[in-house]
């Protein structure tokens, strides 16, 4: 039996001290803090293991940009317990319920965490959508616009419209890549970061998004809008949440931590869809978070070899877009909460227990709950060095960052993670 004591232990009920006893693989007891007892951590804190339903690990077809085997690791080393896999990037991309299970064949042997999968819409598959969800898929993603990769084009309204349906049968939900666009001006100079800004203005997240809810609303579907960027868009869906609708929002770590004024000309690893916005566009979405509105975080983590980020011609019209941070998540986003007067446990709430729900898996300091545990030091600051990361490709924006909170230690059912203990759910 291991037996951790920690001053710090975040349940979902707040901060205690305590000793958890784990059995096997679950927590088996909560009891008083005795520093005494099996192995005591202090001061550090010991936090429920976190949960990032919105990760590109891209294996098969492009290992190269990701792969299981180093995508989970980085996910253990950053306190991520299950993470849930994006259908695209991989090849095949996971339309089809053949293509899922080839996905979990690819991913045997390899995970360092549990891994689930989302299913993907695209024009003409929805009849292949029962199949995917029998199959085991928790969600499913799509696009409103291009995707980026040409083997997962975007839906229609009319394609949403009959998935939605599906699936608020199924009670399973649609997340959504809520951009819709249209022809904009060509960029003056495709270097600078203020002409990529302007190539995706926040009307496309809000149009998307209004779609979303009139569709949300015909249809009674559990609708999640995938990493906001337009703090411009929270009015809208603070009031389709006041209505009652279905309907869900996550950001993500970057979106709180950088600003556009801040992104040098050239500077291609920021590049992500949709952009990194000015800092009063990151002040509220701060505010979003704290009332509720945006209900939790995730990483969107969308590497690519550092060749696709196109360094050598800083050009952000030709550079792959997506920000790797898998790592990062936790220390990223202690950083900036802490100095914005939030607590530690509300960032568990939105690293932990709040994603969990969306896709339906065990979260949280419970007795009976999985023991997938993380030990943190939050006052512990450190310097990000890429070259350090567990991701394949060490490229990040958030390289030479100073950040505060270090993960020490990540337990996957009362056992160190380790390469072959994740499996598949």
């Not at 080839?102 to 891994?115: F, I, P, W």
């Not at 990493?227 to 309907?247: I, N, Q, V, Y």
């Amino acid at each position: 039996m291991l037996t951790l004591s920690s001053r710090r232990v975040v349940t979902p009920e707040g901060v205690i001290e305590a000793t958890l006893r784990i059995d096997r693989d679950k927590i088996a007891a909560i009891e008083p803090y005795t520093a005494e007892a099996g192995q005591d951590l202090g001061d550090a804190a010991l936090l429920p293991g976190l949960v990032d339903p919105h990760v590109h690990l891209n294996e098969p077809g492009r290992t190269d940009w990701e792969g299981f085997e180093t995508g989970t690791a980085a996910a253990a080393a950053g306190g991520v317990t299950p993470l849930v896999d994006m259908p695209l990037n991989s090849s095949p991309v996971t339309t089809t319920a053949e293509a899922l299970k080839t996905k979990r064949e690819a991913a045997a042997g390899k995970l360092s965490v549990d891994v689930a999968f989302h299913a993907g819409l695209v024009p003409g598959n929805a009849g292949e959508l029962p199949a995917l969800l029998d199959a085991g898929a928790v969600g499913v993603k799509a696009f409103l616009c291009h995707s980026g990769i040409d083997e997962f084009p975007a839906a229609t309204e009319n394609d949403l419209r009959a998935a939605m349906r599906l699936l608020a049968d199924r009670n399973v939900p649609l997340l959504a890549h809520a951009e819709l666009t249209h022809s904009v001006p060509p960029m003056e100079n495709p270097r600078r970061y203020a002409d990529y800004l302007a190539s995706r203005p926040p009307e496309f997240e809000r149009n998307a998004i209004a779609m979303l809810i009139s569709l949300c609303r015909e249809t009674g579907c559990r609708t999640h809008v995938v990493h906001l960027a337009d703090a411009g868009s929270l009015p809208m869906l603070r009031e389709a949440r006041t209505e009652g609708l279905p309907l869900t929002v996550e950001t993500c770590p970057h979106y709180l931590t950088f600003a556009a004024d801040e992104i040098a000309d050239g500077a291609t690893p920021f590049k992500c869809a949709p952009p990194l916005r000015d800092a009063a566009n990151r002040d509220g979405l701060w505010a979003g978070l704290a009332d509720g509105v945006i209900a939790f975080l995730a990483t969107d983590h969308s590497p690519c070899p550092p060749e696709l980020k196109r360094l050598d011609s800083g050009r952000f019209d030709e550079a792959w877009g997506g920000i790797s941070s898998l790592e990062l998540t936790l220390p990223a986003v202690w950083t900036e909460a802490s100095q914005r007067g939030h607590t530690l446990a509300q960032v568990v709430d939105w690293l932990s227990h709040r994603p969990a729900k969306l896709v339906g898996v065990d979260a949280g300091i419970a007795v009976g709950r999985p023991a997938n545990l993380v030990v943190f030091r939050p006052d512990e600051p450190f310097k990000v060095r890429g070259e350090a990361l567990q991701q394949r490709h060490k490229l990040t924006p958030y390289d030479g960052r100073e950040l505060r909170g270090r993960v020490v230690k990540t337990y996957l059912r009362g056992q160190p993670a380790a390469r072959g203990r994740g499996v598949t759910v």
